[in-house]
């Protein structure tokens, strides 16, 4: 008796019909995932503090493209998941989604503006884990691709530049950080709500001042000028504002400004519980 293929081929992608169904190449893409509502609805999370269902619902999507073989979707959920892991400090799972997304990136050769997002999202999370000697190299990654693709008004740059100042801060380089910082602000100052990125800017400015062992005036000078920036009336009150409060409380208690250290948080606390 002669044995047909269906008789021996182990099954392949579940999206597939014929005899491709138990042949194929098995690295052959069979299907994308819902990227853009899979965000929406991790925004969903991200505004009500809820970080647990928001890790669940990346994980799984992330396994749904590695099954469907779709490595772009899979880099936009590790890239999801680099910026998560900062938020929940997961330092074991952020280190994995960069190593598995900076591979990715050089696999398919990407050059693009989201490809520079990436590789600056990935040097972040690196720099957050303590390796900001090793960041440095992947934020000029960055760079080279978001020069080409971005307008140097881009407020993405305002987050591309407050971000390597902070790497560049940690290797004790605090000019050519506070160079950055200035820099960053001036891209978000042209931005309709800049604010919580100034503020988040100054901060860290704040911070570099003091290990650089700058005059108490210039740290007093930027934690004011961030509070103004908080304070502003006209931002909107979201569950990014919420964020960006829980985020600077820190700061300014670590100053001695703890009455406003509270009072950030309690902001966050009403907007995250919708009152």
């Not at 052959?28 to 990227?35: E, F, L």
Request: aromatic fraction near 12%; hydrophobic fraction near 35%; glycine fraction near 8%.
């Amino acid at each position: 008796m002669q044995l047909d293929a269906f008789d021996y081929l182990e099954p392949r992608c579940p999206l597939t019909g014929g005899k491709e169904f138990y042949g194929g190449n098995p690295e052959q893409q069979c299907g994308s995932i819902p990227v853009e509502a899979v965000i929406e609805k991790l925004d969903g999370y991200l505004n009500r503090e809820q970080y647990e269902p928001a890790n669940r619902l990346l994980y799984y999507w992330l396994e749904e493209a590695r099954a469907l073989k779709d490595r772009q979707g899979e880099l936009s959920i590790l890239s999801e998941i680099m910026g998560l892991s900062r938020r929940r400090n997961d330092r074991q799972g952020g280190l994995q989604a960069v190593k598995r997304g900076f591979a990715l990136l050089e696999e398919l050769k990407l050059q693009s503006k989201a490809a520079g997002t990436i590789w600056l999202n990935g040097a972040t999370t690196l720099k957050a884990f303590g390796n900001a000697e090793e960041s440095v190299a992947y934020y000029e990654k960055a760079y080279e691709n978001l020069n080409q693709y971005l307008p140097k008004e881009d407020p993405l740059w305002g987050g591309f530049f407050n971000n390597y100042a902070l790497a560049l801060a940690d290797l004790d380089r605090f000019k050519e950080a506070e160079h950055l910082y200035f820099q960053a602000i001036a891209v978000m100052e042209k931005q309709e709500n800049g604010g919580l990125e100034i503020a988040v800017t100054l901060l860290n400015l704040a911070e570099t001042y003091e290990r650089a062992g700058e005059p108490e005036s210039k740290i007093e000078k930027a934690l004011e000028q961030a509070q103004e920036y908080l304070d502003d009336t006209h931002l909107v009150r979201n569950g990014y504002y919420a964020f960006v409060c829980r985020k600077c409380a820190p700061t300014f208690g670590h100053f001695g400004w703890f009455l406003l250290q509270r009072e950030l948080n309690e902001r966050a606390d009403r907007i995250y519980a919708g009152t």
